[in-house]
């Protein structure tokens, strides 16, 4: 049974804005730092944005300004809304979750979902 499902990706001009969503289990989301990861043709894996359990986050210098994480305790659910979409926003995205102080190739990992910006 998958622990972390991500949803929302799709195909975007420039300049537009999508909203990926990662539902979780509850024992995952309720004890664990929630990130967002992407990974474009080629490239290495690379942080996007995380928000701990106290509702504070941190952005990637490429996305600031322009992305927005956030998370919903009532639905297990965090959210990455990305808005000002950039070609180099290609990539698939990947959801992920661990435990505080923890190495992120620890946690546990979504399967991913595209995200595809047109110029």
Known sequence: QAQLVES???LVQAGGSLRLSCEASRSIF????MGWFRQ???????????VTTADRTTYADSVK????????????????????????????????????????SRGSW????????SS
């Open 65 to 104: 300004g322009r992305f927005t994480i956030s998370r919903d305790n009532a639905k297990n659910t965090v959210y990455l809304q990305m808005n000002l979409l950039k070609p180099d926003d290609t990539a698939v995205y990947y959801c992920a979750a661990t435990p505080t102080g923890s190495s992120w």
């Open 40 to 50: 474009a043709q080629g490239k290495q894996r690379e942080l996007v944005a995380l």
């Open 8 to 10: 929302g990706g799709g």
């Open 30 to 33: 309720s004890s664990n730092v």
């Open 110 to 117: 979504g399967q991913g979902t595209q995200v595809t910006v």
